[in-house]
């Protein structure tokens, strides 16, 4: 069974730095793509990054692009999500996923979620 648990949310000042962790256990973590989604209060869960499998291959959203960076680490089993200048829109709950399928992109499980709160 998959699970994914995320840590490093919490509050911090705009302008500021976070770096998001997620462990991933109960199969082969390099096998498939990871992201990261976010949900406002009051709003829709929004994609906010993907990498592939070797993470060689990223992409993100327009919002973020520029100043958060998704990686991984195989041998950890874990991705993370660097968040750099962050700005009072930025909060939210921070999501991890990964999707069922080896090379599928539509993303099935997904972690409690962590608290990123950001103050002006």
């Known amino acids: 069974q998959v699970q994914l648990v995320e840590s490093g949310g919490g509050l911090v000042q705009a302008g500021g730095s976070l770096r998001l962790s997620c462990a991933a256990s109960g199969r082969t973590f390099s096998n498939y793509v990871m992201g990261w989604f976010r949900q406002a209060p009051g709003k829709e869960r929004e994609f906010v990054a993907r990498i592939s499998r070797n993470g060689g291959s990223t992409y993100y959203a327009d919002s973020v692009k520029g100043r958060f960076t998704i990686s991984r680490d195989n041998a950890k089993n874990t991705v993370y999500l660097q968040m750099n200048s962050l700005k009072p829109e930025d909060t939210a709950v921070y999501y991890c996923?990964?999707?069922?399928?080896?090379?599928?992109?539509?993303?099935?499980?997904w972690g409690q979620g962590t608290q990123v709160t950001v103050s002006s």
């Open positions: 996923a990964t999707t069922m399928v080896p090379l599928s992109y539509k993303f099935d499980y």
